[in-house]
């Protein structure tokens, strides 16, 4: 009964690919009752979940601070006040354009222009990888917040039934 309470617990409650439960690998379950059992699951869940969710907003933020400097340089080489060999340095560097997508020089509006649209386009898909991340946070911080409610369920109702133990004495 109580391996098949782990495999449940296991699957309902711990991340995938998680170390979220590893009690009797390490026989640190012996003695625990079920419901000790899946609120001890609940809470590494939990916790599994807070740590990626943090994990993940750490990269939001990075992300974040990299399109704001990116759109600074944008403006820069489309108002033409930035040294093309720094501007094509970063935009290689940082962004990941490659020299085929960038022109020689950008004395021109059109090449000012065109170098403008291949960063933009760059931005555009890091915003997009942005909105994901946002997505798998929210997920994140949902899933601990579900880890966490179970467990304060079953405190509760351990809390209720030992009080209707108590009762019936």
């Not at 699951?41 to 400097?69: D, F, G, H, I, P």
């Not at 601990?144 to 405190?155: G, K, L, P, T």
Request: with cysteine.
């Amino acid at each position: 009964m109580a391996i098949e309470a782990v495999t449940v617990a296991h699957n309902r409650y711990a991340p995938e690919g998680s170390e979220a439960i590893n009690l009797y690998s390490v026989e640190g379950a012996s003695g625990l009752t079920l419901g000790q059992l899946i609120i001890s699951v609940c809470l590494r869940a939990a916790a599994a979940y807070e740590a990626q969710s943090v994990n993940k907003m750490n990269t939001m933020t990075k992300s974040a601070e990299l399109l704001e400097t990116a759109t600074e340089w944008v403006q820069k080489i489309l108002d033409g006040t930035v040294s093309w060999s720094r501007a094509k340095s970063y935009l290689i560097n940082t962004l990941g354009l490659t020299e085929a997508e960038l022109p020689d020089d950008i004395r021109t509006y059109d090449n000012r222009l065109k170098a403008a649209t291949a960063a933009t386009t760059k931005l555009n898909s890091l915003m997009q990888v942005q909105q994901q991340d946002m997505v798998a946070m929210q997920s994140y911080v949902s899933r601990r917040d579900v880890s966490f409610s179970s467990a304060s369920n079953i405190v509760r109702a351990l809390g209720r039934s030992s009080a209707n133990m108590a009762m019936n004495f």
